[in-house]
């Protein structure tokens, strides 16, 4: 079953716009993932944020995680057509031995030009 | 350096019949981990396999099995096909079994008449 919960689950907004998306998890982490998947093809790893970090930055990136809620959130900032996508939080749940991670339903970002 | 790698790309099976799946880690890579991801939904994990031993196992059936080979390649096998078994099947790629980062391979596209 899916850890995770995403919202929204489609979003379209215009390029040059900020897009957010939300995360929302039920078991205590390790850390948690956020990556992308263009057309149903593989998935790219955009940026981890362990459980004792409340905000990380990578280029136009920008996540959040608030444990005591059990959420996060991913920020696109000045959107480009090419950051059309579907958008995955996982989450490396506490006691995971392995890499196993869980996934999300994921947000659908488009992007017009 | 090449990413990962799987074959075949697209596969139509009938119902009742086996399929076998696979994947080539990033050179250095010692773990590989299985995800089925049913149109519309997250990645939900199936298997992790580090230094050709199961690491971990997601909750699907017996019908899945995999393994993974001295050079680090594995191999997803599924027995007796359902028409739920149609997804896209993903495999991904670490150094070690808990990296924190995972690369994905582009994905097996399995159908299931």
């Known amino acids: 079953s899916q850890q995770g919960e995403e919202d929204p689950q489609a979003l379209s907004i215009q390029e040059g716009e900020n897009a957010t998306m939300n995360c929302s998890y039920k078991?205590?982490?390790?850390?948690l993932q956020w990556y992308r998947q263009n057309s149903g093809r593989g998935l790219v790893h955009l940026i981890l944020i362990r459980s004792n970090e409340r905000e990380k930055h990578s280029g136009r990136l920008r996540v959040t995680l608030d444990t005591s809620k059990k959420s996060s959130s991913l920020l696109i900032t000045a959107s480009r057509a090419a950051d059309t996508a579907s958008y995955f939080c996982?989450?490396?749940?506490?006691?995971?031995?392995?890499?196993?991670?869980?996934f999300g339903q994921g947000t659908e970002l488009s992007v017009k030009p | 350096d090449a990413g990962v790698t799987q074959s075949p790309t697209h596969l139509i099976k009938t119902r009742g019949q086996h399929v076998t799946l696979r994947c080539s880690p990033i050179s250095g890579h010692k773990s590989v981990s299985w995800y089925q991801q049913v149109l519309g939904q997250g990645p939900q994990f199936i298997f992790q396999y580090y230094e050709k031993e199961e690491r971990g196992r997601g909750n699907f059936p017996d019908r899945f099995s995999a393994r993974q080979f001295p050079n680090y390649s594995s191999e997803l096998n599924v027995n007796a096909l359902l028409l739920g078994d149609s997804a896209l099947y993903l495999c991904a790629s670490s150094f070690v079994t808990r990296s924190y980062e995972q690369y994905f391979g582009p994905g097996t596209r399995l159908t299931v008449t």
């Open positions: 996982a989450t490396d749940a506490l006691g995971n031995q392995g890499g196993k991670l869980i």
């Open positions: 078991t205590s982490i390790n850390n």
